[in-house]
């Protein structure tokens, strides 16, 4: 006798395993907490469209097979399936319930009550047809249910072309209150952030005149309505009585979204300056994609529309993590922001597909996440703008400065000085204040520069400079006229004060001493002073000042001339 292989009993017992029937679905006991039912239900696959009655024979026949999520998720253009909930009211009186179902997008949602093989309540609901029961905003479609004492059975008939994701729970009227209060406050409060922040923006680009705000409120604007599409808030405020819109309104809105985030990360990464070839490509794409929708629409292709949303919004989250990446690496600062923000929104997506997907637990944390994410991309994305724009002006302070002030010293430049200077001129005026203009100039600078150098020429107008920023008041205007010449015009500053302070800068500007390669080197400075009186424009008073200083280098140099023959 030959020997029996050892493996043969596990074999067998294997086989027996897998030939057993589909255990029986344990009838589910309907209990004051509401729960997922998903794992209480059976599912069938009907790409041919079956009655009820040969739902029923085909359940007897053990055809309907366990589901295996809390949520039934059977993707994009899925057959239209059967479910079955087989369900227990432990009370001896019926039970009325709210059978929370599917989301609002889906297309089509046959319910149907038995007790004992009676049929007790038929309900319809779906997002493509008018007669039906429609979608509550955020909760996917609400029916009401009278379950008999004991047990009964429940049929779902669900068919949609959208993604056929099929939460289902029952709920008693405090839940329904409980869940619809969360809702309305959550939703509540995500599209008034989002609108407000659409609403600023909006504002500032009517005020700033600045691109990046327009898109990204348009942007903004395209995710709101979004948003509100696929989660029924605009099916049941916005376009209640068009199924063109509830069918096609998703796709769009994902196709509009995707093109707008990439329109506003195109401007705002200033994309065409670090990678214009990318540039173009990605508006080409952009532009192609919302052109093949169109068509889609137009054509009225419902199942290319949908794969062509999906895969548009799938590439958009790539390419902005890309095109984040890449003006981060041409060292953009505010392609942090963008990236944070983008990652944020992406996961946030993710985690909602994730959870619809099954890989991580659904909840309604977890179904929201995007919702999360969205609100803080919008966010970031805000402070991106912010921060931008505070680049903005930062390089704009730095060009003013540099346009009103001199280089080398600091001190304002000839078109600054002119300008404050008249200000001043008319402040004084108004105020019956006297004003008063010290003109100056280095005695034999040449000769400095000659000797010493051009670096240590430059190095004595610093110098001097730094010298007069320490003698002078906050308001009086000081300047570079030009080469080695100053002005300090004084307001509320008589003429003998002018004169005095002349003389300190003088003693001041004669006392430094600069260490140079052939020694020490001093300087001294000649001054001009003269009084606003007699001069109508500011320009007459600068004149004036420069024949006095004239006066003083003819008179010998180092030396200060005033208005009094005392002084010069
Ligand atoms: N190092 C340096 N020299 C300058 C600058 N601007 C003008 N100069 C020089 O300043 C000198 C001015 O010479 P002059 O106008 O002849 O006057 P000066 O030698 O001071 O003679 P007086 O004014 O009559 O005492 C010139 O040699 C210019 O090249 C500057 O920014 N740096």
Not at 100 to 123: E, I, M, P, T, Y
Not at 243 to 272: C, I, Q, T, V
Not at 438 to 447: P, V, Y
Request: proline fraction near 5%; glycine fraction near 6%.
């Amino acid at each position: 006798m030959t020997a029996r292989p050892a493996w043969l009993p596990w074999l067998c017992w294997l086989a027996w395993l897998i030939a057993l029937p589909a255990p029986a679905l344990a009838w589910y006991e309907v209990a004051e907490q509401s729960q997922p039912l998903g794992l209480h239900l059976s599912l069938l696959p009907t790409p041919e469209p079956i009655s009820l009655a040969a739902a029923i024979r085909a359940r007897q026949n053990g055809a309907f097979q366990p589901s295996q999520h809390d949520v039934p998720r059977l993707g994009i253009g899925a057959a239209a399936h059967w479910l079955y909930l087989p369900l227990f009211n432990p009370s001896d009186r019926p039970l009325r319930r709210t059978l929370q179902l599917g989301k609002a997008w889906v297309d089509q949602l046959d319910v149907h009550l038995l007790s004992n093989g009676r049929l007790l309540q038929q309900l319809q609901a779906g997002d493509d047809q008018l007669r039906g029961l429609q979608a509550t905003p955020g909760m996917g479609y609400l029916l009401a249910l009278e379950l008999p004492p004991g047990r009964s059975e429940l049929y779902v008939h669900a068919r949609s072309t959208d993604p056929l994701v099929l939460p289902m729970r029952l709920l008693s009227d405090s839940d329904v209150q409980q869940a619809s209060a969360a809702v309305q406050y959550s939703y509540g409060a995500l599209y008034g952030f989002l609108l407000a922040l659409m609403a600023y923006n909006l504002m500032l680009w009517a005020g700033l005149k600045d691109r990046n705000n327009l898109n990204y409120s348009l942007y903004l604007g395209a995710f709101i309505l979004l948003n509100l599409s696929y989660t029924g808030h605009a099916g049941a405020w916005l376009w209640p009585d068009s199924l063109f819109l509830k069918r096609y309104a998703n796709p769009a809105m994902m196709s509009a979204a995707a093109w707008l985030g990439l329109h506003f990360a195109r401007h705002f990464l200033e994309l065409d300056a670090h990678a214009p070839r990318l540039a173009r490509a990605v508006s080409r794409g952009a532009t192609t994609s919302v052109l093949l929708m169109l068509l889609c629409i137009g054509l009225d292709w419902h199942a290319p529309a949908l794969w062509l949303a999906f895969v548009s919004v799938l590439v958009y989250t790539l390419l902005m993590v890309l095109l984040g990446c890449i003006c981060l690496r041409h060292g953009q600062v505010a392609a942090r922001y963008f990236l944070a923000a983008t990652l944020c929104g992406m996961l946030g997506t993710a985690l909602t597909d994730l959870s619809v997907w099954g890989l991580v637990p659904f909840s309604t944390l977890t179904y929201r996440a995007v919702d999360i994410g969205i609100a803080l991309e919008a966010s970031l994305l805000a402070l991106a703008l912010a921060y931008q724009m505070r680049q903005h002006q930062r390089a704009l302070r730095r060009a003013q400065s540099l346009a009103y002030s001199d280089p080398l010293t600091g001190l304002l430049n000839r078109r600054a000085f002119i300008e404050q200077g008249n200000a001043l001129w008319s402040t004084t005026r108004r105020h019956g204040q006297p004003l008063t203009l010290i003109m100056f100039d280095l005695d034999h600078f040449k000769r400095i520069n000659d000797e010493h150098g051009h670096d240590m020429g430059d190095d004595c107008l610093t110098a001097t400079a730094r010298v007069l920023t320490q003698q002078c008041r906050a308001g009086d205007l000081l300047a570079r006229w030009g080469g080695e010449e100053f002005l300090l015009l004084l307001p509320a500053t008589r003429v003998d004060e002018a004169v005095a302070l002349a003389e300190r800068l003088r003693h001041a500007i004669a006392s430094l001493t600069l260490e140079s390669r052939v020694g020490q080197l001093t300087l001294s400075a000649s001054f001009g002073v003269v009084s606003r009186e007699q001069h109508t424009r500011l320009e007459e008073l600068i004149s004036s000042a420069d024949e006095r200083l004239y006066r003083a280098k003819q008179d010998g140099r180092n030396r200060v001339c005033g208005p009094q023959t005392d002084y010069c």
